[in-house]
Structures are given as C-alpha cells and as structure tokens.
C-alpha cells in the first residue's frame, strides 16, 4: 500500500487554457496593437477628439491565421489622460469581453485601475458589426452637430466630396448617420445604440446627442480614414448652416 500523501490536483478551465494559447500565439501583434492604441490616442487628442479624458480608442490585435472569436481587444483604463496613457496602462479582453490582462497598480499608486467605461458599447460593435477597431470621439463638432435639430434622430449630409471616405458610400449617396440620447453613464446607451446600429446597417457611426460619437472600420487604418471624414463632415455641416447654405 502506498503510504504518500496525495498531490492536490487543480483543475485549470479550458477556456484559461485556451486564453494562455492564443496570448502567446499573439504576443507580437499584442506588443504592437498596445503602443498603436496609446500613439492614436496622442494623436486623436491633439485633434480634440480626446479631451478632458474623454473619449477612448479600442482596437482588436489583428494577426493572420487566428479566428475572429480568438482575437484580443485592447482598451485604454477609464478616466485617464489619453495623451499621457503608455502601452503598458492598457487593458487586453477577450472578444466575448473577459478581461485577460490589466495595468500594473504601480501605475495608479492612489487609484486602483478601471477599463473604460465605453467598454460594454465597444463590445457591442465588435459584436455586430464585425468591427476591427472603434473610436470613441469627443470632437466639439460632433457634439455640436447633434444639437442643429434636437428632434431629429438623424444627421443627413450630401453632395460633399468627402462622403467618399465613408465605407460603402460614394460621391452621390446621401450620408445618414442615426443620433441617440445621451444618458448619465456610458453602460446605459447599449441598448440604443444597438437599436441605432440594427436600424441603420449601411451606417459606420453612431452619434450621442450633446457628447460625441462611435465610429468603426474593418481596421484601425479604416476607422481612423473615416473618423477623419465624419468629422470633417460635422464640422462642414455647422459652417455651411452658418453660412445659411444647404447641406
Ligand atoms: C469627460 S468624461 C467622459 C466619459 O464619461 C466617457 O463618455 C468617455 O468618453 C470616456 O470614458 P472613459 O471611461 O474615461 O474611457
Ligand atoms: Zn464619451
């Protein structure tokens, strides 16, 4: 009879397994998606995009051969300065939304970390719309914009040479982008903007009345091109209405 204690045995989920794989399967492409998140985040706060710690840039770690379910999303903590955010401050999620890796405290000495509170409408775009990075901007124009007609659900613009740029549409389509309510946290505007997003597939934007808008590409390369029309868009919209010219 053998006389030795035991060895405990741990059973380790297949899914924690799965993650370990697939993260270091990722590594490379994880290293480099981080710094792009914290250099677009500079770069779209020198725009006004991200001001005041608002607004936030999330992009999916694009690597040949791995699956669309097994991709990592990189997101930027809640709160911060995001022209001052590093690499090493963001946060790496799932695609189901499980957050895998987090910030070092050392990082937050008086104030424990959080992921983005955008994090759950980030979600939901990747979800639907197949999406590899979306943008989150606080742009005055694309505040303002939402506020031209403040009963209508829909911002309309056309025959601009811009509206190009916009995934799907050329020069002689009207763009229609839907506008929600804004609502006092960001966990509350999911269920809108889904609706937003069902009601309007041709559309690669959602406007938030009196605050900002989502807008979403294939790519990183393709979210920001069209980020830079739709505000190029707003903001002709607001001159033009200045000027007392239709748009
Ligand atoms: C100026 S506060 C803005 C926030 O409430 C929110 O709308 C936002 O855009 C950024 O949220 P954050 O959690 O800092 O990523
Ligand atoms: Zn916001």
Same mark, same amino acid.
């Given at each position: 009879?053998?006389?030795?204690?035991?060895?405990?045995?741990?059973?380790?989920?297949?899914?924690?397994?799965?993650? =370990?794989? +697939?993260?270091?399967?990722?590594?490379? !492409?994880?290293?480099?998606?981080?710094?792009?998140?914290?250099?677009?985040?500079?770069?779209?706060?020198?725009?006004?995009?991200?001001?005041?710690?608002?607004?936030?840039?999330?992009?999916?770690?694009?690597?040949?051969?791995?699956?669309?379910?097994?991709?990592?999303?990189?997101?930027?903590?809640?709160?911060?300065?995001?022209?001052? @955010?590093?690499?090493?401050?963001?946060?790496?999620?799932?695609?189901?939304? !499980?957050?895998?890796?987090?910030?070092?405290?050392?990082?937050?000495?008086?104030?424990?970390?959080?992921?983005?509170?955008?994090?759950?409408?980030?979600?939901?775009?990747?979800?639907?719309?197949?999406?590899?990075?979306? #943008?989150?901007?606080? /742009?005055?124009?694309?505040?303002?914009?939402?506020? #031209?007609?403040?009963?209508?659900?829909?911002?309309?613009?056309?025959?601009?040479? @811009?509206?190009?740029?916009?995934?799907?549409?050329?020069?002689?389509?009207?763009?229609?982008?839907?506008?929600?309510?804004?609502?006092?946290?960001?966990?509350?505007?999911?269920?809108?903007?889904?609706? =937003?997003?069902?009601?309007?597939?041709?559309?690669? *934007?959602?406007?938030?009345?009196?605050?900002?808008?989502? #807008? +979403?590409?294939?790519? +990183?390369?393709? *979210?920001?091109?069209?980020?830079?029309?739709?505000?190029?868009?707003?903001?002709?919209?607001?001159?033009?209405?200045?000027? /007392?010219?239709?748009?």
């Amino acid at each position: 009879m053998n006389s030795s204690p035991q060895a405990e045995v741990f059973e380790v989920p297949a899914e924690v397994f799965e993650a =370990a794989y +697939w993260l270091r399967v990722q590594s490379n !492409s994880l290293k480099q998606t981080k710094a792009l998140v914290s250099e677009l985040s500079l770069q779209f706060y020198k725009l006004g995009w991200l001001s005041g710690t608002g607004g936030s840039v999330t992009l999916k770690v694009h690597e040949h051969n791995v699956p669309k379910q097994n991709q990592f999303i990189v997101m930027s903590p809640s709160g911060v300065q995001k022209d001052r @955010m590093s690499p090493e401050d963001t946060y790496v999620l799932s695609s189901g939304g !499980s957050i895998l890796s987090l910030p070092p405290t050392k990082s937050y000495p008086n104030n424990p970390p959080k992921c983005t509170d955008c994090a759950p409408l980030f979600l939901k775009v990747y979800e639907m719309c197949n999406a590899g990075a979306v #943008i989150h901007s606080h /742009g005055l124009d694309a505040c303002l914009v939402t506020m #031209i007609n403040s009963s209508s659900n829909e911002f309309r613009i056309r025959n601009m040479e @811009m509206i190009k740029g916009i995934q799907g549409h050329g020069y002689h389509d009207e763009l229609v982008v839907p506008i929600i309510e804004n609502a006092p946290s960001e966990g509350q505007l999911v269920e809108s903007l889904t609706k =937003a997003i069902r009601g309007y597939p041709k559309s690669t *934007a959602v406007l938030v009345r009196r605050h900002g808008v989502f #807008i +979403w590409g294939d790519t +990183w390369i393709s *979210a920001k091109t069209q980020a830079e029309c739709y505000h190029y868009l707003f903001a002709a919209a607001i001159k033009l209405r200045q000027l /007392g010219l239709p748009y």
